[in-house]
């Protein structure tokens, strides 16, 4: 099963943010420390870092998202042995972004 990529929270008090950039791009290969994306908030903007390895693959909250909720999945990370069939099953579908602004 692809492992959710979760919105992180950056701060104790943070509830949401903004993704605002993301490094990788479907199909990319995704190593531990890699980075991701850059999240903003109200007070900064910071990379967030892959902690698992596999193939980035799909985006679930594009570039430019803001109000995206912490815990939210953002991404789907295939792990080795693992095609783009298992992607449909790994996030419910009444699990939507947030639009974009």
Known sequence: MPIQILMPALSPTMT????????????D??????VMCEIETD????????????????????????GVAVNTPIALLLTEGEDESALDAAV??????????
């Open 16 to 27: 949401e943010g903004k993704l605002a950039s993301w490094s990788k791009n479907v199909g």
């Open 92 to 101: 419910p579908p009444t699990a939507e972004a947030p639009s974009s602004r």
């Open 43 to 66: 007070k900064a903007t910071m990379e967030v870092e892959a902690v698992d390895e596999g193939t980035l693959g799909r985006i679930l909250v594009p570039a430019g998202t803001e």
């Open 29 to 34: 290969a995704i190593a531990s420390g890699d």
